[in-house]
């Protein structure tokens, strides 16, 4: 049983551990949870390269030559649902890749921790099944994903009822934003930075 002295000093230790306080430190975690993208508010994630983007809209530019406002408005959209559906196959052929290489990546995760010649080591076994659950998940929210109409605004109700694997996830996303739905979904519909 825990004594009160022990109490007390945990619950003092425990102030001091509030998570970065600094702009660096904050910038530095901010993406700690993400795992795969597939809603995030950022265009483009640490792992991608912003000169990717800008000559993937800047093709497009010059494919379709838009003439005003309201067609480069829709070129950026376009762009920007390239780039995400992009995310969303790399996530998933990324999450196939794994389940076909357990011994691989148990061997690369005990070199690169040098773990190989220790008691620690990670061996093929220790590594999870691939979660065909999962995986399947992940193909229904990709149909879905492809049958959003990026071109109306995304209504709540609709995504609830039409689309619930996305719907879901949204929710999800948003709380951990700590968010509402409508405020997460907001930030997808102003401009882009780029």
Same mark, same amino acid.
């Given at each position: 049983?825990?004594?009160? !002295?022990?109490?007390?000093?945990?619950?003092?230790?425990?102030?001091?551990? !509030?998570?970065? &306080?600094?702009?660096?430190?904050?910038?530095? &975690? %901010? @993406?700690?949870? =993400?795992?795969?993208?597939?809603?995030?508010?950022?265009?483009?994630? !640490?792992?991608?390269?912003?000169?990717?983007?800008?000559?993937?809209?800047?093709?497009?530019?010059?494919?379709? %030559?838009?003439?005003? &406002?309201? $067609?480069? *408005?829709?070129?950026?959209?376009?762009?920007?649902?390239?780039?995400?559906?992009?995310?969303?196959?790399? %996530?998933?052929? %990324? *999450?196939?890749?794994?389940?076909?290489?357990?011994?691989?990546?148990?061997?690369? =995760? @005990?070199?690169?921790? @040098?773990?190989?010649?220790?008691?620690?080591?990670?061996?093929?076994?220790?590594?999870?099944?691939?979660?065909?659950?999962?995986?399947?998940?992940?193909?229904?929210? /990709?149909?879905?994903?492809?049958?959003?109409?990026?071109?109306?605004?995304?209504?709540? =109700?609709?995504?609830?009822?039409?689309?619930? /694997?996305?719907?879901?996830? /949204?929710? *999800?996303?948003?709380? /951990?934003? $700590?968010?509402?739905?409508?405020?997460?979904?907001?930030?997808?519909?102003?401009?882009?930075?780029?």
């Amino acid at each position: 049983m825990t004594s009160s !002295t022990q109490i007390y000093a945990n619950q003092n230790n425990a102030q001091k551990s !509030t998570g970065p &306080v600094t702009e660096e430190g904050k910038t530095k &975690v %901010a @993406n700690n949870a =993400v795992k795969h993208g597939i809603f995030s508010k950022k265009l483009i994630l !640490t792992d991608e390269d912003p000169i990717e983007y800008q000559n993937l809209l800047q093709q497009l530019q010059l494919e379709l %030559a838009p003439a005003g &406002v309201l $067609e480069q *408005t829709l070129i950026e959209r376009i762009a920007v649902s390239l780039w995400r559906q992009k995310r969303l196959l790399r %996530a998933e052929s %990324a *999450t196939i890749e794994l389940d076909r290489k357990p011994k691989n990546i148990a061997s690369g =995760v @005990n070199q690169e921790l @040098n773990l190989s010649y220790s008691d620690k080591s990670i061996a093929e076994e220790d590594l999870t099944e691939f979660d065909s659950e999962h995986y399947q998940w992940c193909q229904k929210i /990709l149909t879905e994903y492809e049958k959003l109409d990026f071109d109306d605004p995304l209504e709540l =109700v609709i995504l609830k009822k039409s689309f619930p /694997l996305t719907y879901q996830q /949204l929710i *999800t996303d948003a709380e /951990l934003d $700590e968010q509402s739905p409508e405020e997460y979904l907001q930030e997808f519909q102003e401009p882009s930075e780029y």
